[in-house]
C-alpha cells in the first residue's frame, strides 16, 4: 500500500476538522475524495503534507509514519501536493516557476529530461516558457502547477481542486492529462467537486461529510448514490 490514513483526526486550535478518517490509496491508482465546501477535504490534504499536525492516528507512506516529518522531508520521500487556485509565482517567468519544482533534486540529467516531458504534456507552456507567470489563462495555470509539481518526481500526486474555476473543455483536456500522468507511473489522490472529472479519471473514491468518511467504493457506484449526488454533486 503506497497511502495509508489510520484513525486520522485532526484539530485547528480547539475545532475538530477531521474525525477518525482512515483511507488507503494503492500504488498505481487513481483515487478520489469528495465531499461539499467544509468537509475537511484540502485538510486531509495538507496532513498528507505535513502542512498540518494529525492530533491522532498515523499517516504511512510506503510503510513508513510520516506524520512527524517536515513537508521538504515528505515532498524527498516522493509525495508532491498541488494546491488549489493554481498557486503560483507571478512575477516570475514559466520557466522559472516550473523549475522551482526541482529544487530539492540534483540529477540535472533527468530534471531536463522531466521538463522535455512536461513541455510534450503541455505545448501551450513551452511556448510561453519565457512569459511571465501571471500573464496566463486560468487553464494554462493550472498546466503550470501541475508541471511544477512533476517536477519533484512525485511517486503520489495530491491534487486539489484541479478544475476550479476552469472552462469545461480544459477540464476535458484535465482529465487526459491526469489518466496519462497515472498511466506514466504516478499515484493521484485526487480532491474534486466536479462530477465528470471524478467520474472520467478515479476507480476509487471516498466522500467526507464533515470531517468523517460515510461513504467508499467503486466510484461509479459512489456517484450513482442519490445523496452523493444530492449532498455533494448538486444532481
Known sequence: MLLELIDVTIHYDTAEAVSGVSLVVEEGSV?????????????????ISGLVRPTSGDILFDGKRINDLKPHEIVK???????????????MSVMANLRLGA?????????????????????????RRNQKAGTLSGGEL????IGRGLMAKPRLLLLDEPSLGLSPI?????????????????????????????????????VLEVGK??????????????????????G
Open 31 to 47: 483515487v478520489g475524495i469528495i465531499g461539499s465546501n467544509g468537509a475537511g477535504k484540502s485538510t486531509l490534504l495538507r496532513a
Open 170 to 206: 480544459i477540464i476535458d483536456e484535465l482529465g487526459q492529462v491526469i489518466a496519462d500522468i497515472n498511466r506514466q507511473g504516478v499515484t493521484v489522490l485526487l480532491v474534486e467537486q466536479n462530477a465528470g472529472l471524478v467520474t472520467e479519471v478515479t476507480n476509487r473514491g471516498y
Open 77 to 91: 520521500l516522493g509525495v508532491v501536493q498541488v494546491p488549489e487556485d493554481h498557486r503560483h509565482f507571478p512575477h
Open 142 to 145: 493550472e498546466m503550470l502547477v
Open 213 to 234: 468518511v460515510v461513504l467508499e467504493g467503486n466510484i461509479n457506484e459512489l456517484m450513482s448514490n442519490q445523496s452523493v449526488q444530492r449532498a455533494f454533486i448538486g
Open 103 to 127: 529544487y530539492l533534486r540534483k540529477d540535472k540529467v533527468e530534471v531536463q529530461a522531466d521538463l522535455d516531458n512536461i513541455f510534450e504534456h503541455f505545448p501551450k507552456l513551452k511556448a
